[in-house]
């Protein structure tokens, strides 16, 4: 499982994760991932954001979280990933993780 934000309490864009990182512990072929946004978002979102040349990233379309969901999605292994945590309050603390 990939981490991408632990406990985000701002509006914060989390490091470029590329999604080879965990190739050793997962079946080189399978492309199916999971998001998992989970905790207290308090007035937040969490967008997900990807890139192919690790340096311009676009949102995901229809990957705005406002509350804690797991979502499916088809991502090859070349994307790199990063969280994008908007709308932060006193409330707010958030992780994402993909697996």
């Known amino acids: 499982m990939l981490k991408?934000?632990?406990?985000?309490?701002?509006?914060?864009?989390?490091?470029g994760v590329n999604l080879e990182e965990?190739?050793?512990?997962r079946d080189i072929?399978?492309?199916?991932?999971?998001?998992?946004?989970?905790?207290?978002?308090g007035g937040a979102?969490?967008?997900i954001n990807v890139s192919?040349?690790?340096?311009?990233?676009?949102?995901l379309t229809n990957n705005v979280f406002t509350s804690p969901a797991a979502k499916a999605e088809h991502l090859p292994n070349e994307l790199t990933v990063q969280?994008?945590?908007?709308?932060?309050s006193a409330t707010?603390?958030?992780?994402?993780?993909?697996?």
């Open 83 to 88: 969280a994008v945590v908007s709308n932060a």
């Open 52 to 59: 192919a040349d690790k340096i311009n990233f676009v949102p």
């Open 4 to 15: 991408l934000l632990l406990n985000a309490t701002t509006n914060t864009t989390s490091r």
């Open 29 to 41: 072929v399978s492309q199916e991932r999971v998001i998992v946004v989970s905790g207290t978002f």
């Open 22 to 25: 965990d190739k050793e512990t």
């Open 92 to 99: 707010t603390n958030v992780n994402v993780h993909i697996a």
């Open 45 to 47: 979102s969490v967008s």
